[in-house]
């Protein structure tokens, strides 16, 4: 159970019983979509996460999916447009609505302003797709059709691979966020990123608000994908949220762009989701196609920290057996990966935490160790050790609330809260009393431990300056 399973939550899965099973079946995180909801509307559903947290005794981390600026047509005066290829329509404010051709009612003027002849614009998640043949002399914009369908009202709309002067953060996520982080919130994604200013005006609402919790950077816009070095220095998480990015590059591109997506937050030491469709037909099925049996597992073997469910737990027929295939697949996909893994020596540009936690599990590979203890406040020299996938068990030790919850979204990592009341106890020595008091460890079990050590009492925390082999 070492790939995290993020679940929605919705109609098929608010109740406490369901939460339960589904913490049962494998889930470590669950998302609340706020793109169908409030604050108001989450308040009994986090109470109960909390109850079946305190229940079961686990850390169960709550992410809040904030909508960002979904772009959608307005109300169309039809009630649907019949659109066939090569049809003309125009594309403007409501309150310029002239009857010369279909007119589609779209109130962004600074997009609108920003649009020119050649620009590709898609509807409906792809269904429909538009090119601009001209922008006229009164504002409206003409489109030619790409293929033919059904135009209804409120339809989303893209514009693939061009940048927008819309800022992810709208008026009604930050009363979202706001809201959302007073009810105790764990993580917070942000929707329709495109550059790391997006991410910072984030951490710094959540800092206006006391809190200090992760951000979870969702994968939406070519944009963001092309500035994805300075997004990975800002965010804490990234999703690759394959419906939207699916619309904004070709789907044949899509599976290359999720393998380099996977691979630079792994080499960064950020944890990665996979998201969107993963089970689809479970919604109304009991079981998974094999393409989608064959997706997951290759999220997985691609380095993926975390794999998601939407609609199949938010509003499927079956939730807990959607999230018990998911960890069938994912524990079938973590066996084949130790078979042909080889640890692998960080690359010479890498600073000493990289090299710490490849000698961590280099060690525990030599002395056949059951488990590598990481003590680390921010959480960071687990992460390290986790980019390097040891078939060993990672517990990672924290004094910190917040960082135990974002350890939730890490490959392979345990996480245990462990108090101060001690202030005798370093690092080493929480360690070493984690695994002497643990029923997790028999006597005589071998276990790796990496802890920050000061030399002197007085010396300047550096981080993790340790790895020590212990035997219970």
């Not at 009612?105 to 620009?119: A, C, K, R, T, Y």
């Not at 990015?245 to 630079?264: D, F, M, N, T």
């Not at 998201?275 to 009991?286: G, H, K």
Request: net charge neutral; aromatic share 4%; with cysteine.
């Amino acid at each position: 159970m070492k790939t995290k399973i993020v679940a929605t939550i919705g109609p098929a899965s608010n109740t406490k019983e369901k939460l339960t099973e589904l913490v049962a079946a494998g889930v470590s995180v669950f998302r609340l979509n706020f793109s169908h909801g409030g604050a108001s509307d989450f308040v009994k559903i986090i109470k109960a996460i909390r109850d079946v947290e305190t229940e079961l005794g686990r850390h169960i981390t709550i992410m809040q999916d904030l909508s960002g600026p979904k772009i959608r047509l307005g109300v169309l005066e039809e009630k649907s447009i019949q659109v066939s290829k090569g049809m003309e329509l125009l594309l403007g404010p409501t309150e310029k609505r002239i009857n010369e051709l279909p007119y589609l009612p779209f109130d962004h003027e600074m997009i609108l302003e920003s649009l020119v002849p050649g620009d590709r614009m898609v509807l409906a998640d792809g269904g429909l797709q538009f090119i601009v043949r001209e922008c006229r002399k009164d504002g409206l914009v003409c489109l030619v059709a790409d293929n033919s369908g059904i135009v209804t009202s409120r339809k989303g709309l893209a514009l693939p691979g061009k940048a927008t002067k819309v800022r992810a953060l709208t008026d009604k996520d930050k009363k979202d966020l706001s809201e959302g982080l007073a009810l105790g919130v764990d993580a917070v994604a942000i929707s329709y990123v495109q550059t790391a200013d997006d991410v910072r005006e984030a951490k710094s609402l959540i800092a206006a608000a006391g809190r200090n919790v992760p951000v979870v950077v969702k994968l939406e816009r070519q944009s963001a994908v092309d500035n994805l070095d300075e997004i990975l220095a800002e965010t804490d998480i990234v999703m690759v949220a394959r419906g939207d990015l699916g619309v904004e590059c070709p789907l044949p591109k899509l599976p290359g762009l999720q393998k380099r997506i996977i691979s630079a937050c792994n080499r960064a030491s950020k944890p990665v989701i996979v998201a969107t469709q993963m089970l689809l037909s479970m919604v109304n099925s009991p079981a998974p196609t094999r393409a989608e049996t064959t997706d997951v597992a290759n999220a997985v073997l691609d380095g993926a920290d975390c794999v998601m469910l939407s609609e199949e737990t938010a509003m499927g027929g079956f939730p807990v057996e959607t999230v018990q295939y998911m960890r069938k697949i994912t524990d079938e996909a973590e066996a084949m990966l130790f078979e042909s893994r080889q640890l692998e020596e960080p690359d010479a540009g890498r600073g000493i935490p990289e090299f710490l936690a490849y000698s961590a599990c280099l060690l525990a590979d030599k002395a056949r160790a059951k488990a590598i203890v990481a003590h680390s406040v921010s959480g960071a020299a687990a992460r390290q050790v986790s980019e390097r996938r040891p078939p060993q068990a990672i517990y990672a030790l924290t004094t910190d609330p917040v960082t135990v919850k974002a350890l939730n979204f890490v490959w392979g990592v345990e996480p245990v809260f462990v108090r101060k009341e001690d202030e005798s106890l370093n690092h080493l020595r929480r360690a070493e009393k984690f695994v002497s008091t643990s029923p997790q460890f028999a006597e005589n079990d071998c276990v790796v431990m990496t802890a920050g050590q000061l030399s002197r009492p007085t010396e300047t925390p550096r981080g993790t300056n340790l790895v020590k082999l212990f035997w219970k």
